[in-house]
C-alpha cells in the first residue's frame, strides 16, 4: 500500500522537473547558433547593425578596462555614489570623446542579452587619458532600476573627425 501512495507522488517530481530543463536546453541551442552565426560578421565589442569606424585593436596599445566604485556618502542608510572610470594605456595627447552606455538586460542571468536600448551619458571630449582617466559619477535614481551592462565608448579626433573607437568590455551593474 505504502508503494502506490509513494510512486504518483515520485511521478508527479519528475515529470515537474523534466520540463524546465527541456525548455532551457532549446532556449540555450538558440543561443548559441545565433552566437555562432553572427561571429564572422562583427568585431568583437561592437553592436551589430550598427556601422563604427573602427580600426584593428581599437586606439590604445591595450584594450581598456572598466572599473566602478560605490561611495556612501550619507552612510549606509543613504543612497551611494556610483563611480565608473576607464583604464586606458598608450593614449598619447590626442583628444577623445568619451561617453558611457548603459543598457537594460532582457535576462539578469545573461550579460549577453541587452534589449537594445541604451542610454548614452557623455563623459566629455578629454586628453592626457593615460594620467587623467575618464571618470563619471551616478546616483542610483539616473540608472535604469532593473538589471543592465555598461561600458565605455571612447573615440579619438583628429581634425574634427574620429579616427578610431575603442571600447571596454560590458560589465555587470554594480550590488549595493
Known sequence: MKRLILLPVLALLFASCSTDD??????????ISNSESAKGTTLPGIIPGNE???TQGGCFTTNPEGQVSLN?????????????????SGAGS????VRMEVETLVDCEDLDLGTGDVNLFSVGNLT????????ITLKPYDLPADCYRWRFVIER????????ISYTQW?????Y
Open 72 to 88: 556612501f556618502p550619507n552612510g549606509l542608510g543613504g543612497l551611494p555614489d556610483i563611480t565608473f572610470k576607464a583604464i586606458v
Open 128 to 135: 592626457n587619458l593615460d594620467q587623467n582617466p575618464p571618470v
Open 157 to 164: 579626433k583628429v581634425a574634427s573627425r574620429f579616427q578610431c
Open 22 to 31: 527541456i525548455s532551457s536546453d532549446v532556449q540555450e541551442a538558440q543561443l
Open 94 to 97: 590626442s583628444y577623445y570623446n
Open 52 to 54: 563604427f569606424p573602427v
Open 171 to 175: 560589465y555587470d551593474a554594480p550590488l
